[in-house]
């Protein structure tokens, strides 16, 4: 082990591909270790599950494990542009008048509301987090400290598979709107197959922006910046003339009917265009380089996000008055409502202004995902490999590339129409999560928080998340009844009242804390799992045939790499059983 020790202090060259740098646990040397560490899965699943990480850890052990560390160069300002740059993009450009036109007619205004306000309480408990655990991890971090390894594995494979489809949906939309620009039918870009609807378009287009975008990433950061900055301004300006313009031609007549589809509509849609306020998460995942994290991430994502709420309303408003529900097209709403309006020179505008936007969703989008798959490749959930960072950019090269790759070939094959459903339900699951761990980083504190609080604690969280789960279910199966609300929202009032008044606070925020506790984040619980029950049944099944597939890598690789890691300082009894695991033996079966 000193040997092995002193040969990791000496330099090594970035550009490697040795075994090692892929699998260097000691349950992965060779076939017999990895049966011996099959058979006592079940232990490792336990080890795992009640495991928890500590701040310092991830701020200092696991932080190192990339070897070089990331420049510490964004201030608040990046923060705010970034957040503008990495949200406003082909969400609120095509979700808008796709769900107005098949969900929400001219109350999309007030699907936007309810998403934004729940996205709101989502940045709240990110904000917390990222104040008090800087670093390039975000939730994944987060929930390895509070949840356990277990709940990080879930949220690292929502995190994997979201950033990969928010990927491939943006450049997908990229290429639509380039169509639209130069006055094109939007698919007219795209090559068309013979195979399976859906999958049938094939756009090359789109895996060129993905690479260019991540080749623009991976060279510096703060350069990365600065291109965001213009990008992002122009963006506004934009958006300021889309307002200014559609107001313009305002027709209150098109607000009648304003509820075509009903409330159940209005809810549905908030649920699709939750995608549209996606990506503030990636600011969070910046807390690494940020020079003041405890002043300037409030400022750069509480301020970015209050603001791009206001403009989503203000864009669905304009939209609405526009043009009737009827006759808006879903594909490219505001610039053939323009058309409609006598204003076709402003459809090249408007284009012009969405390729922009998506362009920095695509750009601060790479960075976000590659600190993500960073900091997940740091525990070795995935081959430490991609945890690395290159010792001249300060960027890590391998995760941005690993997450482009997944993205252009999904973008490829695939329509937006369906990766949008998947992509809001596996964010809207992590916000949930994310709600939850800020609760028990507030109201448990292992070795400080009695037995009794514990129990009481879990009661009053159960009961939360039951009862969100229950006013879901009851809306998803009985969209026009009452009876069942008059059972579920009761129960959430207990369950947060009862945790306000009766369960101790176990600890405090140090700089920065989510206000209201356990109100806001209860409320956070509840409005994720209400919009989750909002999504179609189809989301659901691709989100468990996924969630399969991620529960099937945790069994065979996941809990064995995470548990190597985490037993990797041991004491002598506990290593000569270590040994015995790495010849194959049993003797790791005795470890409690």
Same mark, same amino acid.
């Given at each position: 082990?000193?040997?092995?020790?002193?040969?990791?202090?000496?330099?090594?060259?970035?550009?490697?591909?040795?075994?090692?740098?892929?699998?260097?646990?000691?349950?992965?040397?060779?076939?017999?270790?990895?049966?011996?560490?099959?058979?006592?899965?079940?232990?490792?699943?336990?080890?795992?599950?009640?495991?928890?990480?500590?701040?310092?850890?991830?701020?200092?052990?696991?932080?190192?494990?990339?070897?070089?560390?990331?420049?510490?160069?964004?201030?608040?300002?990046?923060?705010?542009?970034?957040? +503008?740059?990495?949200?406003?993009?082909?969400?609120?450009?095509?979700?808008?008048?796709?769900?107005?036109?098949?969900?929400?007619?001219?109350?999309?205004?007030?699907?936007?509301?309810?998403?934004?306000?729940?996205?709101?309480?989502?940045?709240?408990?990110?904000?917390?987090?990222?104040?008090?655990?800087?670093? $390039?991890?975000?939730?994944? $971090?987060?929930?390895?400290?509070?949840?356990?390894?277990?709940?990080?594995?879930?949220?690292?494979?929502?995190?994997?598979?979201?950033?990969?489809?928010?990927?491939?949906?943006?450049?997908?939309?990229?290429?639509?709107?380039?169509?639209?620009?130069?006055?094109?039918?939007?698919?007219?870009?795209?090559?068309?197959?013979?195979?399976?609807?859906?999958?049938?378009?094939?756009?090359?287009?789109?895996?060129?922006?993905?690479?260019?975008?991540?080749?623009? @990433?991976?060279?510096?950061?703060?350069?990365?910046?600065?291109?965001?900055?213009?990008?992002?301004?122009?963006?506004?300006?934009?958006?300021?003339?889309?307002?200014?313009?559609?107001?313009?031609?305002?027709?209150?007549?098109?607000?009648?009917?304003?509820?075509?589809?009903?409330?159940?509509?209005?809810?549905? $849609?908030?649920?699709?265009?939750?995608?549209?306020?996606?990506?503030?998460?990636?600011?969070?995942?910046?807390?690494?380089?940020?020079?003041?994290?405890?002043?300037?991430?409030?400022?750069?994502?509480?301020?970015?996000?209050?603001?791009?709420?206001?403009?989503?309303?203000?864009?669905?408003?304009?939209?609405?008055?526009?043009?009737?529900?009827?006759?808006?097209?879903?594909?490219?709403?505001?610039?053939?409502?323009?058309?409609?309006?006598?204003?076709?020179?402003?459809?090249?505008?408007?284009?012009?202004?969405?390729?922009?936007?998506?362009?920095?969703?695509?750009?601060?989008?790479?960075?976000?995902? @590659?600190?993500?798959?960073?900091?997940?490749?740091?525990?070795?959930?995935?081959?430490?490999?991609?945890?690395?960072?290159?010792?001249?950019?300060?960027?890590?090269?391998?995760?941005?590339?690993?997450?482009?790759?997944?993205? $252009?070939?999904?973008?490829? +094959?695939?329509?937006?129409?369906?990766?949008?459903?998947?992509?809001?339900?596996?964010?809207?699951?992590?916000?949930?999560?994310?709600?939850?761990?800020?609760?028990?980083?507030?109201?448990?504190?292992?070795?400080?928080?009695?037995?009794?609080?514990?129990?009481?604690?879990?009661?009053?969280?159960?009961?939360?998340?039951?009862?969100?789960?229950?006013?879901?279910?009851?809306?998803?199966?009985?969209?026009?009844?009452?009876?069942?609300?008059?059972?579920?929202?009761?129960?959430?009032?207990?369950?947060?009242?009862?945790?306000?008044?009766?369960?101790?606070?176990?600890?405090?925020?140090?700089?920065?804390?989510?206000?209201?506790?356990?109100?806001?984040?209860?409320?956070?619980?509840?409005?994720?799992?209400?919009?989750?029950?909002?999504?179609?049944?189809?989301?659901?099944?691709?989100?468990?045939?996924?969630?399969?597939?991620?529960?099937?890598?945790?069994?065979?690789?996941?809990?064995?790499?995470?548990?190597?890691?985490?037993?990797?300082?041991?004491?002598?009894?506990?290593?000569?059983?270590?040994?015995?695991?790495?010849?194959?033996?049993?003797?790791?079966?005795?470890?409690?």
């Amino acid at each position: 082990m000193a040997e092995n020790s002193k040969e990791d202090l000496q330099p090594k060259s970035y550009w490697r591909f040795r075994h090692d740098d892929f699998f260097p646990e000691p349950s992965f040397r060779s076939w017999s270790a990895y049966r011996s560490a099959l058979s006592q899965t079940p232990h490792r699943i336990y080890d795992r599950l009640v495991g928890r990480s500590t701040d310092a850890n991830e701020l200092g052990e696991v932080r190192r494990r990339s070897e070089n560390d990331m420049r510490r160069t964004l201030t608040w300002w990046d923060l705010t542009w970034f957040g +503008f740059g990495s949200v406003i993009g082909a969400g609120i450009f095509v979700l808008t008048g796709q769900e107005a036109h098949e969900h929400a007619g001219p109350a999309i205004i007030l699907s936007y509301v309810i998403s934004g306000i729940s996205a709101m309480l989502s940045v709240f408990c990110y904000t917390e987090f990222a104040v008090e655990i800087p670093v $390039a991890g975000g939730s994944f $971090a987060y929930l390895r400290v509070e949840l356990g390894d277990f709940a990080a594995f879930i949220a690292a494979a929502n995190l994997i598979l979201e950033n990969i489809i928010g990927g491939a949906a943006v450049s997908r939309a990229w290429t639509s709107y380039l169509a639209t620009l130069i006055n094109r039918p939007p698919n007219s870009l795209r090559i068309h197959t013979n195979l399976a609807k859906d999958f049938n378009l094939l756009d090359p287009i789109a895996v060129v922006v993905l690479f260019v975008t991540a080749a623009a @990433a991976m060279l510096s950061t703060k350069k990365t910046s600065y291109f965001n900055w213009v990008a992002s301004a122009i963006h506004v300006v934009v958006i300021a003339f889309v307002i200014i313009a559609g107001f313009a031609h305002a027709k209150t007549e098109n607000l009648s009917p304003f509820l075509p589809f009903g409330v159940e509509g209005v809810f549905r $849609a908030a649920a699709i265009v939750y995608f549209a306020y996606g990506g503030f998460d990636n600011i969070a995942t910046m807390a690494e380089e940020t020079r003041n994290p405890s002043r300037d991430i409030p400022l750069g994502l509480l301020g970015s996000m209050s603001i791009i709420t206001v403009i989503y309303c203000l864009m669905a408003l304009a939209l609405g008055m526009m043009q009737r529900y009827t006759a808006i097209d879903p594909n490219a709403a505001y610039s053939v409502a323009f058309r409609n309006v006598g204003m076709r020179w402003a459809q090249y505008v408007v284009a012009l202004g969405a390729l922009k936007g998506m362009t920095t969703v695509l750009l601060v989008g790479a960075i976000g995902t @590659a600190r993500y798959t960073t900091h997940i490749a740091r525990s070795h959930i995935i081959p430490p490999f991609f945890a690395l960072v290159h010792p001249k950019t300060a960027t890590p090269i391998y995760a941005t590339l690993l997450m482009t790759i997944g993205s $252009a070939i999904i973008a490829f +094959f695939s329509s937006l129409h369906i990766l949008a459903s998947l992509l809001s339900i596996s964010t809207l699951f992590i916000f949930m999560m994310m709600a939850t761990a800020l609760l028990v980083r507030r109201y448990y504190v292992r070795g400080v928080s009695t037995k009794k609080d514990l129990v009481k604690f879990v009661v009053c969280l159960i009961l939360i998340i039951l009862a969100s789960a229950g006013t879901s279910a009851y809306w998803g199966l009985r969209p026009g009844g009452w009876v069942g609300y008059l059972v579920t929202v009761p129960l959430w009032v207990a369950g947060t009242l009862g945790m306000w008044l009766f369960v101790p606070k176990a600890r405090e925020p140090k700089v920065w804390g989510v206000p209201m506790v356990p109100w806001l984040p209860a409320l956070s619980i509840g409005t994720n799992l209400f919009l989750m029950g909002s999504l179609g049944g189809d989301a659901f099944v691709r989100f468990g045939i996924c969630s399969g597939l991620m529960l099937l890598y945790y069994v065979l690789v996941g809990v064995h790499v995470t548990y190597d890691v985490a037993h990797e300082h041991e004491g002598g009894e506990e290593k000569a059983l270590r040994g015995k695991v790495e010849d194959g033996g049993d003797g790791d079966r005795s470890v409690a």
